[in-house]
């Protein structure tokens, strides 16, 4: 059974850090196209970044040069590393995992397995 399992969230100051993890469960990490989202009371869920099989990266705009995305293929776990943190990134976010040969889908419609998410929620 294919289970993610994200962990990391919490309740910081606009400027911090914050970094989430995601475990895989139940398949082979390195097969999937993998994608942090986040969903914000109200908003639509949206997407944050995605990473391909060859860990190339892509990012949405609002948190370009703030966020990373990063892997550790042996432990089966994604992480994103969240600095300068705003007000804005209060959401609650989710790992998802796509078996496509094309890794580059922002549609959260378009990821087979989700996580149950971790609330991030930041002060000014």
């Known amino acids: 059974q294919v289970q993610l399992v994200e962990s990391g969230g919490d309740s910081v100051q606009a400027g911090g850090s914050l970094r989430l993890s995601c475990a895989v469960f139940g398949y082979s990490y390195s097969n999937y196209c993998m994608g942090w989202f986040r969903q914000a009371p109200g908003k639509e869920r949206e997407g944050v970044a995605l990473i391909d099989r060859s860990s190339r990266t892509i990012y949405t705009d609002s948190v370009k040069g703030r966020f990373t995305v990063s892997e550790d293929n042996a432990k089966n776990t994604l992480f994103l590393q969240m600095n300068r943190l705003k007000p804005d990134d209060t959401a609650m976010y989710y790992c998802?995992?796509?078996?496509?040969?094309?890794?580059?889908?922002?549609?959260?419609?378009?990821?087979?397995?989700w996580g149950q998410g971790t609330q991030v929620t930041v002060s000014s």
């Open positions: 998802a995992a796509r078996n496509s040969w094309s890794c580059w889908e922002w549609a959260p419609s378009g990821y087979n397995y």
